[in-house]
């Protein structure tokens, strides 16, 4: 079974970046998609990005596409989220997660890491 650990969140301006990171360990790193999602103080958790096993395939929620970038480092273990263009409904705790029989459609998350908070300011 995988553990996911996120780091990399913080507080930034409207306008900022951030990026996020998430080291896998327990499992065979390659043989997961992994995505992120978020969760924003009295909202639902909502989808943000997902990449699949190779890196290969991205897919975003529409509210990111164009400001966020989803990649992975399979030598590493490693998932990012590359956070620009940051703006204040971004405010949330976003969540690392692993999926191993997604096969393009909706992404339901398996595993779930603890979370990183992300605070915009504006």
């Known amino acids: 079974q995988v553990q996911l650990v996120e780091s990399g969140g913080g507080l930034v301006q409207a306008g900022g970046s951030l990026r996020l990171s998430c080291a896998a360990s327990g499992g065979t790193f390659r043989t997961y998609h992994m995505g992120w999602f978020r969760q924003a103080p009295g909202k639902e958790r909502e989808f943000v990005a997902v990449?699949?096993?190779?890196?290969?395939?991205?897919y975003y929620a529409d509210s990111v596409k164009g400001r966020f970038t989803i990649s992975r480092d399979n030598a590493k273990n490693t998932v990012y989220l590359q956070m620009n263009s940051l703006k204040p409904e971004d405010t949330a705790v976003y969540y690392c997660?692993?999926?191993?029989?997604?096969?393009?459609?909706?992404?339901?998350?398996?595993?779930w890491g603890q979370g990183t908070q992300v605070s915009v300011s504006s």
């Open positions: 990449i699949s096993r190779s890196g290969g395939n991205t």
């Open positions: 997660t692993a999926n191993q029989r997604w096969s393009g459609g909706t992404y339901e998350a398996d595993y």
